[in-house]
């Protein structure tokens, strides 16, 4: 009798940016059908583009790639793609993001990036097994006036969504620059999120808590430069989203032996594991889940606190969440039993 295949890790994924999730063929395909001219010479030539030096580095490519999405399909066929992977990957829930205002600035109209991802997002429980939420972030890097203008334009047209975000190049654009944008979402009941602490320092993590008033925090691996914002961190629990993967393919830590994630979870912090841009880093959760049990020999039991931390770092109602603990205390009970 064939061995079965031992079930996934079941795991919130809280950390997912679906503009970052285009594989290589996808987006040569994409730009064929669209008309649209990318720089890459074939399929190989933008896979030999992957090797990244730093944050920057990896957005070049990644703003590049994203043009190729023009019509509501193209963005609904991403977002159909990742939750399809994302199933087999042991996901359970996802709090995805997008980059709307990328697509904005090149002319796509707000309603038809949001319009593709919801039309796939409000059926993903039947489709694919997986409850979701929407974030759309808004590009640090930019200038906070176009951020306001489009979360005023979302909010008035009536696009669903759940929160906000903040990402692209953090060093030099702290969060406090965001200060009107995430007050306005507050005011309008959204949820709060921004990167930092990824490349930027710890002070940026705290500004994010204290200016912003963000509920999670996305990266956020620098605070350990800083004991007070991990103490802090640890007090107020709040939240980590952690990317293995892509810290080590950004260089903000030089191997995965180097990760710090399991100082994280020893000191108390609720971190929990993400894949940030799969196909950018080299895998989705189940390979960043993979990477952390295999380099650090995790055992079941502290896997399984992460997959905890991930449901309880996220957006869903008390009773969701409740019945994805129990996934994950069955999933721990069925591997403590097949190990006899
Ligand atoms: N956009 C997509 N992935 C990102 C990351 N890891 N940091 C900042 N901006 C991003
Ligand atoms: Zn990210």
Known sequence: MPTPTPAPLPVAELHLHLDGTLEPDFIMETAARNGVDLPWNDLADLESRYAFTDLQSFLDLLYVNL???????????????????????GVRHAEVSSDVQAHVRR??????????????????????GITTRLIVSFWRDAPAEE???LLRELIASGARFDGIGLDSAEVGYPPSLFTEVYDLAREHGLHLVAHAGEEGPPSYITEALDVLRVERVDHGIRCLEDDAVV?????????????????????????????????MLERGLVVSINSDDPPYFGGHVDANVAAVQDTFGADDATMARFARHSFVSSFLTDDERARYLAEVDAWLEGRTAARG
Do not use: K
């Open 67 to 89: 043009t190729v999405l023009r019509t509501r399909e193209d963005f609904a066929e991403m977002t159909r793609r990742y939750l399809a992977r994302a199933a087999a990957a």
């Open 107 to 128: 002319g796509i109209p707000a309603q038809t990036v949001v319009g593709g991802i919801r039309d796939v997002l409000d059926r993903s429980e039947e489709d694919f």
């Open 147 to 149: 951020a306001l203008g």
């Open 231 to 263: 103490e802090r961190l640890v007090a107020d629990q709040v939240p980590l989203t952690v990317c293995p993967l892509s810290n080590v393919r950004l260089r903000t830590v030089d191997t995965m032996a180097d990760h710090p994630i399991m100082t």
